[in-house]
């Protein structure tokens, strides 16, 4: 099992950045793909960026050329760092890591953007 801390989320204005992480521990050695997630009230769970073990880096297009993945493997520590950030970006964040097939989740960080 993997256990997932997010943290970083705030409240900025439109325009604004935050640079949310999020450390993993545990069996670390088993994550295959990961990623970032997030859930606005009354809406379902959508992607905003994905990052394979192999690099592989998937973005929404909502998101694309604002928010950046990265991580540091040595810290087992994921990173998103957004830009430019949007009224409609206000969300719970979460991140994601499968281990052996399984979806493992942290408990979420509030970004709130501000117009």
């Known amino acids: 099992q993997v256990r997932l801390v997010e943290s970083g989320g705030g409240l900025v204005p439109a325009g604004g950045s935050l640079r949310l992480s999020c450390v993993a521990s545990?069996?670390?050695?088993?994550?295959?793909?990961s990623g970032w997630y997030r859930q606005a009230p009354g809406k379902q769970r959508e992607l905003v960026t994905t990052i394979s073990r192999g690099g592989r880096i998937n973005y929404a297009d909502s998101v694309k050329g604002r928010f950046t993945i990265s991580r540091d493997l040595a810290k087992n520590t994921m990173f998103l760092q957004m830009t430019s950030l949007k009224p409609e970006d206000t969300a719970t964040y979460y991140c994601?890591?499968?281990?052996?097939?399984?979806?493992?989740w942290g408990q979420g960080t509030q970004v709130t953007v501000s117009s």
């Open positions: 994601k890591a499968v281990v052996v097939g399984r979806d493992n």
């Open positions: 545990g069996s670390t050695f088993l994550i295959s793909d």
